[in-house]
């Protein structure tokens, strides 16, 4: 089914007429209300009105995320804050996370989009959701639950964590529809399996997985052991949120990207060059139709390829194929995003450690295990193994708190951390995706 | 009165040990005493040995992390309650024993034992005053 017939199956050329209409009113009002846009449009020597048609998008500078992490934590915003309602962030540096608002509109047109995406994903009035993904500051425990009430199926709000409690709502609640992380579910399966519930046994049809990297090994895993269609949904909270683009069930091959609030591009993460469909490059989001914070050009690291052929689900909107990397070093620890460089600053304020560091991502059953492997130096090592130990409770804690994902410290030899030509290797990453 | 103690950080596995002893072998370091203490990923090796600053210029080339930290060598009456009375009267001053092993060679007829104080200053007073012999580093090295 789809849930917004009208907009979700319009011909091409209609939806770019009104694509072409909402990118000039968001390039006014970001030239108008954002500095930021304002300098680069002038570094570009362009007004909004040298914009006269969708290609014309392509004559603007990008947007990164460290530009976002230089206007922290509000200098994007494109409304006051009084015509703001919501604020969401995501991990970022030590103490600086990446800052986004939404209107009561912005609420309302996510709520929508997750709707499309829940509906597509399988989702009907009639479905009672278990929402998994984490309530907070990330986008997609409300994400989720918004797009549920929206769509008017039942949303049980569980959150993440507590996996016992969670099975036990799964068995005595009856849900039909499971929303969370791809490798999050592999784990409620377990815990279900260890507790002697057999998952399959339980009303589940679809699961609405995302915010971490999946591959089709793994899909069939998931459908295997949860006995439900598992189906991809994307999205990042400084586009939007979850349901920016979304696999429907029907033909599970690639996500339809909501193009009539999201105009993507595929670009050469060297070049800047923007590639034609079919290849392979960074994802690159403008947003025509968000209030509080448009984002224009706005490159989300993520590699993939778009696919315009039509669908069988009677969808129009392109198609992105699932992301196959980053490009950045960017990892995804159980949906927390994690950069190297975040570690290094953790380890760079405490006394007497020094960031000679090393971080091993390993998949135990279904969990991502983070391992950071820290070299002892002089200045911190100790005769002493309970100050050794201390010092590894420390570091420890320090990234939970700072990045909000627990890891495994292990303190190793100096030589230990493999080094290519000079230079250490910061990441090995063992998780077959 | 104290004596040099290196400390060498190991991981905590196979042929780490052999490793330590095989470059002190090759510099001609003569090991006197040596305990380790080890948890599930990592060990702490302590080492009293013939030349200090050798031992440690050759591990550090290694590429070890080596400390170095001050002990005293006591000598304990090698009898029933020759260590109770000793750590008996620290304890009563309040001083601790972060760690302790003994030492191969024997003075006379009493045992020495090296210890690690959380207060070494105040530790090696006690001691003193209560009349029992610490060994100096250098006559510890040669035992």
Redesign the interface.
């Given at each position: 089914m789809i849930y917004d017939i009208e907009y979700e199956t319009m011909p091409r050329e209609a939806l770019e007429a009104i694509q072409f209409r909402r990118l000039k009113a968001t390039l006014d009002r970001g030239y108008a209300s954002v500095p930021f846009y304002r300098k680069q449009f002038e570094a570009a020597g362009l007004t909004p009105g040298d914009i006269q048609c969708l290609q014309d998008l392509q004559r603007l500078p990008f947007t990164t995320k460290q530009d976002l992490r230089d206007n922290y934590p509000f200098g994007m915003f494109a409304v006051p804050m009084e015509n703001v309602v919501r604020i969401h962030a995501s991990s970022g540096t030590t103490g600086q996370p990446t800052v986004v608002g939404y209107t009561a509109r912005d609420v309302d047109t996510w709520a929508s989009l997750m709707a499309r995406s829940l509906m597509a994903g399988g989702a009907t009035r009639g479905d009672i959701i278990h929402n998994a993904y984490g309530y907070g500051l990330f986008t997609g425990g409300l994400g989720a639950h918004y797009g549920a009430e929206k769509l008017g199926a039942s949303v049980i709000p569980v959150s993440g964590g507590n996996t016992k409690r969670q099975v036990v709502i799964m068995k005595d609640f009856g849900p039909t529809i499971l929303t969370a992380t791809p490798s999050y579910a592999l784990h409620l399966a377990e815990v279900a399996d260890e507790m002697g519930v057999s998952f399959r046994d339980l009303k589940f049809k679809y699961g609405i997985f995302g915010a971490e990297p999946w591959s089709e090994n793994m899909r069939g895993d998931i459908e295997e052991k949860l006995g439900l269609v598992a189906v991809d949904i994307y999205g990042l909270s400084e586009v939007i949120g979850p349901g920016v683009a979304m696999e429907c069930h029907e033909a599970k091959k690639g996500l339809h990207i909501f193009e009539d609030h999201f105009i993507p591009e595929i670009i050469n993460p060297e070049t800047g060059e923007v590639l034609p469909y079919g290849e392979t490059g960074e994802l690159v989001f403008t947003s025509i139709t968000k209030e509080a914070f448009p984002v224009i050009r706005y490159r989300t690291r993520d590699i993939t390829s778009l696919n315009p052929e039509p669908c069988i689900c009677g969808r129009t909107m392109v198609r992105m194929n699932k992301v196959s990397g980053r490009s950045d070093d960017m990892l995804i620890i159980r949906g927390v995003n994690v950069f190297p460089s975040q570690i290094e600053s953790v380890l760079m304020e405490m006394q007497n450690v020094e960031p000679h560091y090393q971080l091993v991502v390993d998949r135990e059953g279904s969990l991502d295990i983070l391992t950071v492997m820290v070299e002892?130096?002089?200045t911190m090592?100790?005769?002493?193994?309970k100050t050794?130990?201390g010092m590894e409770k420390e570091i420890t804690k320090n990234i939970k708190d700072y990045l909000g994902v627990s890891a495994k410290v292990?303190?190793?030899?100096?030589?230990?951390i493999a080094r290519s030509q000079g230079k250490a290797v910061r990441v090995i990453d063992n998780r077959k995706i | 009165m104290r004596a040099e103690q290196i400390s060498v950080f190991l991981e905590n596995k196979a042929g780490r040990l052999c490793e330590v002893t095989g470059i002190l072998a090759e510099a001609q370091v003569n090991i006197r005493a040596l305990a380790l203490a080890d948890t599930s990923d990592f060990g702490v090796l302590r080492l009293i040995v013939d030349d200090t600053e050798k031992a440690k210029e050759a591990l550090k080339k290694a590429g070890f992390t080596v400390g170095k930290t001050n002990v005293l060598a006591v000598e304990v009456p090698d009898r029933p309650g020759g260590l109770y009375d000793i750590l008996n009267l620290l304890q009563a001053r309040g001083i601790n024993v972060e760690y302790m092993y003994a030492f191969v060679q024997q003075s006379g007829s009493n045992a020495v034992m090296i210890f690690r104080f959380d207060n070494t200053d105040e530790a090696l007073k006690v001691i003193q005053e209560k009349g029992l012999r610490v060994i100096d580093g250098k006559t510890l090295y040669g035992m």
């Open positions: 002892v130096s002089e090592f100790s005769d002493e193994v050794l130990q292990k303190l190793v030899e100096p030589k230990a | -």
